[in-house]
């Protein structure tokens, strides 16, 4: 995709949070600053200057941020401009490898509403950008059983040694890249690719502000900046002051298997973890062409240290978690059976030590900053 740039990023110009200025004043405001946060008051004309948003990373939270920012825009008629910045692309880190894979009964505790909410707003989204992938999908935990035969009532192609467990309940599947290029495509957002390295600040008394965005040898002046780099959010520590992402990542390897358009029944098989704690899990994908199987070794576990030592476009896969999928899959399905696959991948999950995801302003920050991470395996 081409990149556009507006001009205002190229010259930095004086920065305001308007909100924050508007609720509680922590500096002398000068003259303009003045009319602008009368304005954000609903004072004069001034109003409608435009709020500048710089969100870090492009992958589907930070798409659909940028998304539902210029919604926010439109119902407050205070128009955003929005720049998000990333260091591969729009969706090509862990949302670029993902399944697609919406569970409605996936959770975990912390999350249970978040989860129902976000499983139900899925729905209206997929209405409201015409996504041509997004369908109902049919699902069941499995375990490799040489004593049974293709089970009746499941996809045809899990014809191997398989025994279900349990069927899945309500499920969804999209693809991943169809739904965060129709966000990133609606948010009227402009893309930047480059590296964040950091940001700028103004401090007074323990008050800190942010005003801008250093990327590559650049800095970006912006009013609000936004952390949405999945599990390189970590690095978010090594900005602000005093903040913590307390996250894991978990490396999943992937193996796309190519398939005739329509040939594979979009479903998905999630079969009982390994000796090695693997899980594997065999979707066929909702372009409908492709069957992949991903493993998450559960021992694959990325810290924070390990994270900073290693770049997203760095991310390989485990050729031992290949193998071992690669075998299982055999063993449940005629389709993988001496077959190579087409492509193979990788991706980080961002797993916070709570395992609820961390959303919200960042503290200190007057409400200048803010971070979007910790989605887990279910996103
Ligand atoms: C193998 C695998 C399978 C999955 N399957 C499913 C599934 O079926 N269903 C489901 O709901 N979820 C699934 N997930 C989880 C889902 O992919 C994630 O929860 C979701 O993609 C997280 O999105 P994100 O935007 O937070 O992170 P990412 O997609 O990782 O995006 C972060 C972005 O930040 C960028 N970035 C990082 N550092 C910098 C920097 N310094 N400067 C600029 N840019 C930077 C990266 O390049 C990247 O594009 C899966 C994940 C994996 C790995």
Known sequence: MEPSISPWLRHPRPCLDLSAVARKPQHRLLPRDRRVARAARGGDGAAHEPLHVVICGAGVIGCSTAYYLRRLGETRKRPVKTLVVDRKGVGEAATGVAAGFLPREFHNGPDDQLHDRGFLEMRKLAAELELKTYKPLPGWLVRPDSSAGAPAGTAPWLDGEVSITQQIGE?????????????????????RPGAVRGIEEVSDWGN???????????????DVAVVAMGPWSVLAEDWFQGFRVPLL???GSMAFYDRPAGSVDSAIAISQPDDEGRDLMVTARADGKITCLGVQGGHK?????????????????VQEDLEAGRHAFERLSSLARGEAPGSIGA?????????APMIGRIPGYGGTAYVACGHNAYG
Do not use: Y
Not at 185 to 190: K, Q
Not at 208 to 222: F, Q, S, Y
């Open 249 to 251: 990542g978990t490396l």
């Open 301 to 317: 576990v990325l810290t924070g240290q390990d994270l900073r030592q290693i770049n997203p476009e760095d991310v390989l896969p």
């Open 171 to 191: 499920a969804a599947q999209v693809d991943p890249s169809e739904l965060t290029s129709a966000l990133f495509g609606a948010s009227g957002a402009e893309l």
């Open 208 to 222: 800190h502000r942010l005003t801008g965005i250093r990327i590559d040898d650049d800095v970006v002046r912006c």
């Open 347 to 355: 991706g980080v999950r961002s797993v916070m030590t709570n395992r």
